[in-house]
């Protein structure tokens, strides 16, 4: 199935991540505008393959910054259509129990992961409205559906509060037909996950739990987003699709 799309533009945040880095790629392959947002800078020479893709290096908790510059592509491109948020931080030495936790690491964390999906939707569903069409799909994470012995407790806290508003999106804005929806990646090899490199026995170890026997790569992830982003679709709003190779439907 060869995915299609109404709109021209869309915007990524955490593009230079692996699961944004690979919607980009896809994007840009579709023929859409791409604004790339990070903190960190997209590969050499990504740009100059990827011609319709145009980068701005920027922290998206940042407000005013970023009402700038989202500013400056819809005027040049008349138009936002798409959204894919996959801003995230797991900070794994720093985010632990709300017993033990730091909040000034709390909040940060909420500020990162949930806060910067407030202020995106804030900025970029009335330009949405204005066409009357949008789409857009927030990256959570399995870790949002249940506890853990060895917790990332605002990790987890806020990947679940983004479920919750996505759903609330989707139903105050269906009207002009603007979709929202989540996904929840399972165990994916990004460079969140560099400690696999120091420990290759617990990656293999998790492997084995996996019904799938795999750990996911950034395109797998990639290509559920695009799909809910596409026009294929386009009866699909308010809800979570899990991309973990069923590990979260073990007994």
């Known amino acids: 199935m060869k995915l299609s799309f109404k ?9 230079c991540g692996g699961m ?5 790629k896809m994007l840009n392959k579709a023929g859409l505008k791409v604004l790339m947002l990070d903190i960190k800078k997209p590969p050499v020479n990504f740009l100059t393959k990827y011609k319709r893709a145009e980068f701005k290096k920027i922290d998206v908790t940042n407000f005013d ?9 819809y005027l040049k491109n008349k138009s936002i259509d798409y959204l894919v948020n996959t801003t995230g931080v797991l900070w794994f030495d720093k985010d632990i129990s709300s017993t033990q936790i730091n909040f000034d690491v709390w909040d940060r964390v909420f500020e990162i992961n949930l ?22 799909v927030h990256v959570s994470s399995v870790d949002a559906l249940s506890g853990d ?10 990947k679940a509060a983004m479920i ?11 009207s002009y037909n603007i979709r929202s929806n989540i996904v929840l990646p399972g165990p994916i090899e990004t460079p969140m996950q560099d400690r696999w490199k120091k420990n290759p026995k617990s990656k293999k170890q998790l492997s084995r739990m996996i019904p799938l026997q ?4 950034p395109k797998d992830v990639a290509n559920t987003i695009l799909f809910l982003l596409s026009n294929e679709g386009s009866y699909i709003t308010g809800t979570e699709i899990t991309v973990d190779g069923g590990l979260t439907s073990r007994p």
């Open 149 to 158: 012995d060895k917790p990332q407790d605002a990790y987890g806290a806020s």
């Open 7 to 15: 709109g021209k533009s869309a915007v990524v945040t955490g593009a």
């Open 164 to 174: 919750r508003l996505s759903k609330s999106l989707a139903i105050q804005f269906a």
């Open 214 to 217: 795999r750990i996911g790569k």
């Open 115 to 136: 806060k910067s999906m407030a202020y995106l939707s804030k900025l970029i569903i009335p330009k949405m409205k204005k066409n009357k069409f949008g789409s857009m």
């Open 65 to 73: 910054e970023l009402k700038k510059i989202i500013n400056q592509f």
């Open 20 to 24: 944004g880095i690979e919607c980009v």
